[in-house]
């Protein structure tokens, strides 16, 4: 099954723990992105990847951290440093060179 | 600063019903626009536009693009209540290879 796995579905997590999301995707695709969502809102920027061991800050990477060792792999970490970090989590992967961009299920994210 | 603005951001229609949502960008190095439907959980992909004036049909939705005035409109004829979600639109600017999206619309189909 191909496709953009995201894990866990739901975390909670409390108040100045780090905490890492995951990412995977099998479709070989070269590209990978992080959105951020809060209720009522589109999706916001926060670190895409373009190739393995390369990556670049979107709009709201304050807080947040990226690897990426592997092309199929790409987990964010949010730190304590984020203030609000509260959200729905989503990845994305998008082939070359095509603009489609294909998303996974979503993290939400809940810190007591 | 580059900028997407979808409108209306919420909408209420009834079954049968035919809506127009708008998406209107300010982007520097626009490469295409997409649109996707978000139900509840992940978005999913519905257009992609590159081109001025080619519609691109699938089913009930259409959806055109024109690069003169900055804007695409997503059309929907005989709304079901399945309609229901959050349309987003996003532009992929060449260049950065990233997306802006819009805050959405909102729409609800009554049955």
């Known amino acids: 099954d191909g496709g953009i796995t995201q894990s866990p579905k739901y975390l909670f997590r409390k108040e100045g723990q780090n905490v890492t999301l995951s990412c995977e995707q099998n479709?070989?695709?070269?590209?990978m992105y992080w959105y951020r969502q809060d209720p009522g809102q589109g999706l916001r920027l926060i670190y895409y990847s373009q190739i393995v061991n390369d990556f670049q800050k979107g709009d709201i990477a304050e807080g947040y951290s990226v690897s990426r060792e592997k092309k199929e792999s790409f987990p964010l970490t949010v730190t304590s440093a984020q203030k609000n970090p509260t959200a729905f989590y989503l990845c994305?992967?998008?082939?070359?060179?095509?603009?489609?961009?294909?998303f996974g299920p979503g993290t939400r994210l809940t810190v007591l | 600063e580059d900028k997407v603005v979808q409108s209306p951001l919420s909408l209420v229609v009834h079954e049968g019903d035919t809506v127009t949502l708008n998406c209107s960008y300010e982007v520097t190095n626009f490469r295409s626009l997409l649109w996707y439907k978000q139900e509840k959980k992940a978005p999913t992909f519905l257009f992609m536009l590159?081109?001025?004036?080619i519609e691109k049909k699938s089913g009930r939705l259409s959806s055109i693009l024109d690069k003169k005035e900055l804007f695409s409109i997503l059309n929907i004829t005989a709304t079901q209540t399945g309609d229901s979600a959050v349309y987003l639109c996003a532009v992929f600017t060449s260049g950065t290879y990233k997306y802006i999206f819009g805050t959405g619309t909102r729409l609800k189909v009554l049955a």
């Open positions: 590159t081109s001025s004036g």
């Open positions: 994305a992967s998008k082939p070359s060179p095509v603009d489609t961009q294909y």
């Open positions: 479709l070989n695709h070269d590209a």
